[in-house]
């Protein structure tokens, strides 16, 4: 089936510092969304992105729709201890709701 | 909290065995969706039902079936259950009113299932 490579697979941040995961897929998306879980939790919607190219922040997330549609990152600016969670993008197709999931990025905190 | 309530929250159970994992969606929510999530992987589509009416099927197995109530509350039957059915499973929920296209969907907690 569509697969949605993630990367990287998990990061460790300092506070204040930035952090950058993107997602890239051989097929075309017509949105693109990036979740967030905390553990026990389901996953909550942070960005939606709607168009090729455009560019979203959400307060100190910031995330892209790659101009191919085949990719998107998102940014955290000035991490906070409460970043840490694993973060997962989704892509949906023209027809349907149906989305597919990235493998997701596990974001730690640096000992 | 999204609104989205599943049950139970945790389920053990043996292989062979069937289980029923319950959903109740946001109010108002025409559309559900179930996910399952194994251990550190992303989420995988099973199905969707739309106002009582299977929508989408994904990677759903023979051994899984789902339906949605007429209360709009949905069910996911897992049957003759393997050690790999051990998942995490989400139900999420989405208002519906463009018939369940292009909207966000609120996901519930999940129901960490495992088989002995």
């Known amino acids: 089936g569509q697969q949605l490579n993630q990367s990287p697979q998990s990061m460790f941040i300092q506070e204040g510092e930035d952090v950058s995961m993107n997602c890239t897929s051989s097929s075309i998306f017509n949105t693109w969304l990036w979740y967030k879980q905390d553990p026990g939790e389901g996953p909550v919607l942070l960005i939606a992105?709607?168009?090729?190219?455009e560019l979203t922040s959400n307060g100190r997330l910031t995330a892209q729709f790659g101009i191919t549609r085949k990719d998107s990152f998102l940014n955290i600016s000035a991490s906070i201890p409460s970043d840490v969670g694993i973060y997962f993008c989704a892509g949906r197709q023209a027809a349907g709701n149906k989305l597919t999931f990235g493998g997701g990025t596990r974001v730690l905190v640096k000992p | 909290d999204s609104g989205v309530t599943q049950t139970p929250k945790h389920l053990i159970t043996a292989t062979g065995q069937r289980v029923t994992l319950r959903c109740s969606p946001r109010s108002g929510d025409l559309s559900v969706y179930w996910y399952q999530q194994s251990l550190d992987q992303g989420l995988q589509f099973l199905i969707q039902?739309?106002?009582?009416?299977?929508?989408a099927k994904g990677n759903i197995l023979e051994r899984f079936s789902a339906q949605q109530f007429p209360d709009l509350h949905s069910e996911l039957n897992l049957s003759s259950l393997e050690l790999g059915d051990s998942a995490l499973y989400f139900c999420a929920s989405s208002p519906g009113t463009s018939g369940g296209l292009q909207e966000t969907q609120y996901f519930g907690p999940g129901t960490r299932l495992l088989v002995l």
């Open positions: 992105l709607y168009k090729a190219g």
């Open positions: 039902y739309y106002n009582g009416e299977e929508r």
